[in-house]
T-cell receptor
Framework: GQQVMQIPQYQHVQEGEDFTTYCNSS?????IQWYKQRPGGHPVFLIQ???SGEVKKQKRLTFQFGEAKKNSSLHITATQTTDVGTYFC????????????WGLGTSLAVNP | SAVISQKPSRDICQRGTSLTIQCQVD?????MFWYRQQPGQSLTLIAT?????????ESGFVIDKFPISRPNLTFSTLTVSNMSPEDSSIYLC???????????FGPGTRLTVT
């Protein structure tokens, strides 16, 4: 079945360092979404990417969708302690928008 | 965005009993989903709750174990039946409100089965 792989699984950074998580699908996606889950919290929608090669920015966060629509990345510039949490990518398989396929997540720890 | 509440927020249950989790949304939504999330793990879709008809279950989940109701566009329940310790998990409802691809999650129900 379709899989969405996410790396790394864990990342520890010093506050102020940059952070990147990568998401790779075995099949072409119609769109990809990113969610953030704080410790003890629930997933919160961050952004959706639809177009091939699309790049979107939210303050210190930069999201990219690959040209082949099979991979995506989230980059955080100058991390802060408020960035702590698990970042999930999730995508819909092209031609089947019924079920969202979730990545395993990347847990980010930020040392002050 | 929609405001989603879940009841109970947590519970400790005995093996063999059943627990019904409620999900209430403050506005009408097009789609509602039920997920399970083990601590430190990703989300697993249990089923799509369909208004006025039977839920659509994902592979590995059956109606007898996880009966779901959705009587209207703002409310759904998930029952975890005949519970075993393996059912200990966080159960989350999510909704699609306006944008068809953005999912909004409830705060979750933390279930422990002893």
């Amino acid at each position: 079945g379709q899989q969405v792989m996410q790396i790394p699984q864990y990342q520890h950074v010093q506050e102020g360092e940059d952070f990147t998580t990568y998401c790779n699908s075995s099949t072409t996606l119609s769109n990809i979404q990113w969610y953030k889950q704080r410790p003890g919290g629930h997933p919160v929608f961050l952004i959706q990417l639809v177009k091939s090669g699309e790049v979107k920015k939210q303050k210190r966060l930069t999201f990219q969708f690959g040209e082949a629509k099979k991979n995506s990345s989230l980059h955080i510039t100058a991390t802060q302690t408020t960035d702590v949490g698990t970042y999930f990518c999730a995508g819909y398989n092209a031609g089947n928008n019924r079920k969202l396929i979730w990545g395993l997540g990347t847990s980010l720890a930020v040392n002050p | 965005s929609a405001v989603i509440s879940q009841k109970p927020s947590r519970d400790i249950c005995q093996r063999g009993t059943s627990l019904t989790i409620q999900c209430q949304v403050d506005s009408q939504v097009t789609m509602m989903f039920w997920y399970r999330q083990q601590p430190g793990q990703s989300l697993t879709l249990i089923a799509t709750a369909n208004q006025g008809s039977e839920a659509t279950y994902e592979s590995g989940f059956v109606i007898d174990k996880f009966p779901i109701s959705r009587p209207n566009l703002t409310f759904s329940t998930l029952t975890v039946s005949n519970m075993s310790p393996e059912d200990s998990s966080i159960y989350l409802c999510s909704v699609v409100w306006a944008n068809p691809y953005e999912q909004y999650f409830g705060p979750g129900t933390r279930l422990t089965v002893t």
